[in-house]
C-alpha cells in the first residue's frame, strides 16, 4: 500500500504523481449504474465518468436512494420494503472498470417475498463475499452511513497513510507474520512433543515387551513342530525300535522275507531263461531298506523324551501367541508394530532435542519485530503531531473552526494484541466546539461533522487504491458561503485521484464538479418516477445551479450561474498551467 502525503506548493507533483498511481496502480470504478424497481425509482440507468461526479436535485427527488443503491451493491443490507410498491422484485446493477479495461459487473436482486439473490459476473456469491469484494470498489461517506472513521481499528491505517510508513509497516507486517508463524509452529512442536511424551512410558513399555521376547517372523511353525515331537516322544520312539524290528531282527522281518523272495526268483531264472532279470530291481529296494533301517535306528537310538524342553516350547509359544493378539495378529505384524515405536520414540527424543534451535529462531524472530515496530512507534508518535496541526488547519476551511483534534498513539503492553500494524494502538480524539471535553472521535463527531472529518483525512492523506470510488452524501450539510466553496475545492482534488460521486444541495460545491447530474421526480399515471439528467452543457448545468442558489431559474440567476462556470474555468486553465 502505498500512501502520499502533498503539501500545498507541490501542486504539479502532486498532479504528476497522481497520473503515475493512476495508471499503474488505480482500482476500480464505477462506470454504469442501472436501478429498477427500487423505492420510488422505475427505472433509471446512470453512466458515471472519472473526476468528481456531482447529483442535485430537490429534497426527496432520489439522490440518497441512488446512494443507498450503491450501498446495496458493496454489500449493503437488504429488506424487502426496499422494493417499488407493486413490483416483485427490484433489481440493481453496477458495472466497475479498471483502466486496463477490465470490468466486473454485480447484480443484486431483492425479492418482494424476502429473498435476495447476488451475482458478481453472472455468478452466484453471498452477501459476504459481496462485503469483501465491495471494500475494494466503493467506499461511502455519508451521514448516515456507519463509516470507517467509527472503528478505532482503522485509524492508525490513517495514520501511517498521512505519515508515509508503507516501508517500515511492510517490515513490520512481514516480520510479525514470521514471529507467528515461528510462534505456531514451535507451539504446535511443544502439543506434539508433550502428548507424545505422555505416550512415551507406554511405548517403551510395548517396546521392552517385544524385544523381551525377541521374535522372528519365521519361529512360531518350527516350534509347532518340534512341540508335536516333544509332545509325542514314546509313541514316536516305540514305532521306529518296532518298524527297525519288523524290517531286520523279528523272526518273520522283512528282510529275512526278502532274501526268500530273491532265492525263489533266481530259481525262476534258472529254469526259464525268457524270465526278466531283476538284479538292479533287487539292488535298489536292498538299499532303500538299508537307509530306511538306518533312519530308524538313529532315530529311534535319540529319540528321548524332554519335559523341560517340552515346557520352554510351549511358554515360548504362549509368549509369542500373546503378542500376536496384542499387537496385529502375525508375527510378521508383531515385528512391524515393533519398528514403528522404535521411530515413534526416536522422533521424540529427537524433537526434544531440537526444541532449543527453534525457541532461539522464536527468541530472535520476535526481536525484530519487536525492533521494527519501535521504530514505526516512533514515526508515528512524529506523524502524530504533524498531523494533529495539519488536520485542525484543513478541517477549519471546512467550516469546522476552533477544534481540538489529537491523535494517541499506545503501545499495547500484551503481545496479544499485537498485530501486523505492530504494537501501538492509535485512535482519534475530537472536539468539535471550544470547551467541550475531547473524546473519541466516533462518540464526539455528528454526521455532517464526520463527513467533513474524514474529506479533512481523505484530502491530507488516504489508505485507498486510486480510482476507486468515494462517495460522500451531503458533506456539505449545514454549511454555505466559503467554506461550502473549500468542500467543493477538497472533492475536485480527490477528484485527481479518485472517483468521487457527491450529493449536494450547496451550489458552490456543485460548482467543483467535473460532470454533473440532475436528479429529478414527477408524477406520470399516478406514480411517482425519478429521473436522472446528464447535464453535459454550460447551459443546462447554469440553470441547474440557478436553481441551488435562489431557488428559481431566472434569466439573473443562469447569468450568475454561468459567470461562475466561467471563472471557474479560467482558475482550473490557471491551475493547470503552472
Known sequence: MIALNFP??????????????????????????????????????????????V?????????????????????????????????EKAVIEGTFENLSGDECIVRREISVHGRSRIFIDDALATVGKLRELGRS???IHGQHEHQELLDPKNHVRFLDAYGGHGDLVSKVSSSYREWRKLQTEFRTLLETIGSRTENLELLKFQLDEIDSVGPREEEEAILLVERSRLANAERLGLLAAQTYEDLYESDSSVVSLLGKIWRNLDELELIDKSFPGSSEDRETVSASLADISEVLRSYSA?????PERLEFVEERLASLERLK???????????????????QITEIENAEQATGDNEERLRHAREVFVSHSNQLSQRRADSARRLKHDFEVEVGELAIE?????????????????SELGVDRVEFFFSANPGEEIKALARTASGGELSRVMLALKTLGTTDLAGKTLVFDEVDAGVGGEAADRIGQRLGRLGEDF??????????????????FSVKKSVQANRTITSVQNLGSDEDRAVELSRLMTGGSDSIGVDTAMALLEVKRKAKAKGESR
Open 325 to 343: 493378539r496384542k499387537y496385529g495378529g502375525s508375527l510378521k505384524a508383531v515385528i512391524k508394530e515393533r519398528d514403528d515405536v522404535d521411530r
Open 55 to 87: 447529483l442535485t436535485g430537490e429534497t426527496g427527488a432520489g439522490k440518497s436512494i441512488i446512494v443507498g443503491a450503491l450501498g446495496l451493491l458493496v454489500g449493503g443490507r437488504a429488506t424487502n420494503d426496499l422494493v417499488r410498491t407493486g413490483c
Open 137 to 139: 470498489l466503493v467506499d
Open 302 to 306: 535319540e529319540m528321548e523324551t524332554s
Open 8 to 53: 500545498r506548493r507541490q501542486i504539479k507533483q502532486k498532479r504528476l504523481l497522481a497520473w503515475w498511481w493512476r495508471r499503474h496502480l488505480a482500482g476500480p470504478m464505477i462506470r454504469f449504474l442501472s436501478i429498477r424497481d427500487l423505492a420510488v425509482v422505475d427505472r433509471i440507468e446512470v453512466e458515471f465518468s472519472d473526476g468528481f461526479n
Open 499 to 516: 472517483q468521487v460521486l457527491s450529493v449536494t444541495h450547496a451550489p458552490q460545491v456543485a460548482i467543483h464538479g467535473t460532470t454533473h
Open 402 to 418: 476552533n477544534c481540538v483534534f489529537e491523535v494517541r498513539v499506545d503501545t499495547e503492553s500484551s503481545d496479544d494484541r499485537w
